[in-house]
Each structure stands twice: as structure tokens, then as C-alpha cells.
């Protein structure tokens, strides 16, 4: 694929005019923004190394010394819980090069300590560091100050663990703004809070990271066609969306699509017992999230933060969509369930998230379908030609009573992903954080 997507640079993209590309107005989008070379190593340095990136779940690091192995765009990173005088204190994430096979993941299998082999004098102890340090401290050009991991901002936010690269970012808490009270339809309907399953799973697609973001963050529209024949197969009959009670809401580029049907995602895990879980406790969930959002907690719907952390609601699917250039990603899949709820209902949903989205489920492989073809499609030089249209749902901006942020009537629209790319266009136009915009809805 990457012979036949070769990037034909007109000028360097930091010199390139990013809101024209993304014409939020009237809802026109250049493909060049899914091809381009130099716009795509632009995005690893202004979006990716400066944004709050999803590294993690708490649950992932219950005791000092676990740790994960992660990406940050495509700076590799170890999510690491200190050790320091055995507190248990929140994960530290230092930047490293990484060696395949290295790595022992897991609360399995906590390691004694990091071992690090091709950093030389980081790695090990006894004799032979000692000899390491002998022989270093002969060369007049060594400074170990100048060198080793780099550290990062650590935020957390109800179990989720984030992590940037940018001094400058604003706080986690800032960056996420009110688009936290979406997110606590999941992460706050239980008093005992969420863990992820153990283990997650790893595939690669070739397509861009802003398809599968995008795909996320608003487009409904496709579930009743992509998915026709999965819905068909579990439900008996097509996927229909509530026009009156349904609706999509961003803040600063999050986005959410939901319906307020309670089960409407739930039901396509075809576990029985989890829809019966969410019915018999949804006045529990009403006391803490209050009426509307206790009927989303399993409603038909799908959201991202951005740039890159993706979910559903009713599956309780997460994924992060981490690029490994401009048409590959690398796809990691968890799934997260209240921590008190019964083991059998955790199997349950990891046997139903196994069914639908993993590599070989019933959903995913759709959407990855259609990804990968929005991906190879930009190949084409007439192709390139022609916009793509984001125009549906220009006049469906509504004032709602409760929900925050730009809201919107109606699941099937463009608004969110007309969203996802100003914020996209407005942190590739900037310079620093203190030229980008906030877009909390009030100015979109």
C-alpha cells in the first residue's frame, strides 16, 4: 500500500492554510489531510506530541513496579507505577526505545526492575554495570545528565490514565472540560468505580487515524448500511435510530453520538445477562447520573476523545486508533466493566466484545472494511480532486437544558465530525497551545 500512496508535497505542510483544507462552514473536506506525507509528520508534532494521550486504565497498575508498553503517536512509551519507598503512587510514564520481546506485561508478572539491555548503563546491576560505569567514565564526551528517558505529564481521570509531552498543555482536567460528564455515563455509574479486563488485543489496519476517529466521534449514519447484515444476523431485523430522542454533543473535539434507549448498544453483544443488568439497575444508575444519562449508559451510540480514544457505550469497548503513518494504524482494544460487578457479567461482555469487536468480529471487521477503502481511495489522482462532503446537520443546533457543549438533534449528522476536524485544523495551525482556540460550543 505504500508504494501506491507515495505523498506529492505542494509546499511544506506547516506552510499550508489547515482551515481552508477543513472548511468547517460549509462542511468540505480536502482528502489531502488523509495522504500527505508532510501533513502526517505535522500531526505526529503538533497533535500527538502536545494533546492528552490515552495511555492506560489505573486497574492496569494495582501495585509499584506494573507497567505497560505503549505508544504516544509514534514515540514508543513505558507506563511504569513507582516504586519509591513502596507508596503506591500514580504511574510514572517515561519515554524509551523499546525491544521486542523485552517486556514482560501484566500484573503476572511483575518485573524485579526495568531491564533495559541496549541502554547500556541502565540495565542491570552487580559486576558489570560496575565495569560499564569504569569504562564511560573514561570517555570525555559522556554526560549520562544529557541522557536516558524522558518523562511526561502524568493526568488521571476516574481511572483514566493519560499522559502528554507538552509542558505548555493545559491541565487534563482543562482538556477535557465538560465533555467529563459524558464520559461519566461509563466511568462513574458505580460507586466502586471501573477496571479493564485483563488483557488487550493488538491488530493493525491500513487507513488513516482520522477515518476511524471520525467514525467514532459521530457517524451513525453508516451503522444501518455497514452493519446491516451483523444486525440482521443478531437482532432479526435493521438498526433504527430514535430521529426524536437521540441526539450528538463535542466539546473542543470530543465527541459523542447517542440515543437515550438504554440497551439499544448492549443488545448487540447478544449476552442476555448484561441486558438484564442494565434494566435491573438503571434507577441505581439514575442516583448518581440522574435520568438522562442512566439511559445511556447501554444506548445505541459511539464517541472519541481526542485525538485518538475511542468507545462505546452498551459494548464497553475502548481502543485507541495509534498511528503508524499516514495509512496504518495499530488498533488496541480493551474492555471496561464496573470493578463490582459479578465475574460472570465481566465474561460476559469480554465474550460478547470478542464477538463483535476484535479482529474477527462481526462489527469491526465492517468498519475496518470500509476504512481501509476511504484509505486506498486517496490513490487515485482524479480522486484527489474531489472534496469530501460533511454538510449533513448544518441547522440541527439546538439549546438543551441539560447536556453541555455543542449539542445537536439527531444521531445522524455531521456536527461532530465537523468538530473533530476544526479542533483538528486549529491545533495543525497552531504554533502553541496558547493560539488554539477554546471550542466549547458557545462560538461553533
Known amino acids: 500500500m505504500a508504494d501506491t500512496l507515495q505523498a506529492r508535497h505542494a509546499s511544506p505542510a506547516a506552510d499550508l492554510d489547515f482551515h481552508r483544507l477543513v472548511d468547517v462552514d460549509n462542511g468540505w473536506i480536502d482528502r489531502r489531510i488523509f495522504w500527505d506525507e508532510g501533513i502526517y509528520q505535522l500531526e505526529l508534532e503538533r497533535i500527538f506530541a502536545r494533546c492528552w494521550v490515552f495511555v492506560g486504565h ?6 509499584p513496579g506494573d507497567f505497560v508498553t505503549t505508544y504516544i503517536g509514534q514515540d514508543a512509551v513505558i507506563a511504569a507505577k513507582d516504586r519509591k519507598g513502596g507508596r503506591q503512587r500514580l504511574p510514572e510514564f517515561l519515554l524509551a526505545p523499546r525491544e521486542p520481546g523485552v517486556f514482560r506485561r501484566g500484573r503476572q508478572h511483575p518485573p ?7 541502554l547500556g548503563l541502565w540495565a542491570g546491576r552487580g559486576p558489570a554495570r560496575a565495569h560499564e560505569e569504569e569504562q564511560y567514565s573514561k570517555c570525555a564526551t559522556f554526560d549520562k545528565s544529557k541522557l536516558g528517558l524522558h518523562r511526561a505529564r502524568v493526568g488521571i481521570y476516574k481511572g483514566l490514565v493519560f499522559a502528554t509531552f507538552d509542558p505548555d498543555a493545559p491541565s487534563l482536567d482543562d482538556y477535557l472540560g465538560d465533555y467529563r460528564y459524558y464520559l461519566d455515563v461509563l466511568l462513574d455509574n458505580d460507586a466502586g468505580g471501573t477496571e479493564f479486563i485483563e488483557g488487550n488485543v493488538k491488530s493493525r489496519l491500513g487507513c488513516n ?13 453508516h451503522a444501518g448500511w455497514t452493519h446491516a447484515s451483523a444486525a440482521a444476523a443478531i437482532f432479526k431485523k435493521d438498526v433504527k435510530v430514535n430521529v426524536e430522542r437521540s441526539y450528538q454533543a463535542n466539546i473542543n473535539g470530543h465527541g459523542t453520538e447517542f440515543g437515550l434507549d438504554l440497551i439499544g448498544n448492549a443488545m448487540g453483544l447478544a449476552e442476555p445477562e448484561v441486558v438484564e443488568y442494565l434494566k435491573e439497575n438503571e434507577a441505581r444508575f439514575a442516583e448518581r447520573l440522574g435520568k438522562l444519562r442512566s439511559r445511556m449508559v ?4 459511539s464517541s472519541n476523545v481526542f485525538p485518538n480514544l475511542a468507545y462505546l457505550t452498551g459494548f464497553n469497548t ?11 494504524i495499530e488498533l488496541h482494544t480493551w474492555v ?9 457479567l465481566k465474561e460476559a461482555y469480554r465474550r460478547g466484545v470478542s464477538r463483535t469487536f476484535s479482529p474477527t468480529g462481526m462489527f469491526e471487521s465492517d468498519d475496518g472494511e470500509n476504512w481501509e477503502h476511504c484509505t486506498r481511495s486517496n490513490a487515485g489522482v482524479v480522486t484527489r480532486r474531489q472534496k469530501l462532503h460533511y454538510g449533513l446537520g448544518m441547522d440541527s443546533k439546538i439549546e438543551h437544558e441539560e447536556f453541555p457543549g455543542a449539542v445537536y438533534k439527531v444521531q445522524l449528522n455531521d456536527a461532530n465530525q465537523r468538530a473533530f476536524y476544526q479542533r483538528w485544523a486549529d491545533l495543525m495551525s497552531a504554533a502553541s497551545w496558547a493560539e488554539v482556540p477554546a471550542r466549547t460550543g458557545a462560538d461553533q
Not at 487515524?209 to 449514519?221: M, P, S
Not at 466493566?337 to 459479578?342: E, L, R
Open 209 to 221: 487515524w482520522k477515518f476511524a476517529a471520525e467514525n467514532f466521534v459521530g457517524d451513525a449514519y
Open 336 to 344: 471496561l466493566v464496573n470493578k463490582d460487578m459479578p465475574d460472570r
Open 318 to 328: 475502548w481502543r485507541t486508533w495509534t498511528p503508524k503513518g499516514p495509512h496504518e
Open 112 to 118: 524485579v526492575h526495568l531491564q533495559l539491555p541496549r
Open 58 to 63: 489505573q486497574s492496569q497498575f494495582a501495585e
Open 298 to 301: 447501554g444506548g445505541m451510540s
